[in-house]
């Protein structure tokens, strides 16, 4: 097992953000992270959709240093 880089940890931590997450995926969302290392690569299909950190928490940059395209 190898712990994650915790760059989310500030911004997950903002019940704002939890919220904002659970109306974008449907449903509550824990705090924390799970790195799962899969036996194949995923496949994704047409109902599948891209998140950038923006539109989960519009300040993501600022907080964490880092940005997603």
Known sequence: MQSGRGLGVGVMADPAVLERLAE???????PGTLNV???QPVEGGPEWQYLAS???????EGRTGRWTV
């Open 54 to 60: 923006a539109d989960i928490a519009p300040d993501w």
């Open 37 to 39: 290392r899969l036996a």
């Open 24 to 30: 974008l995926v449907g449903f509550g969302v824990v």
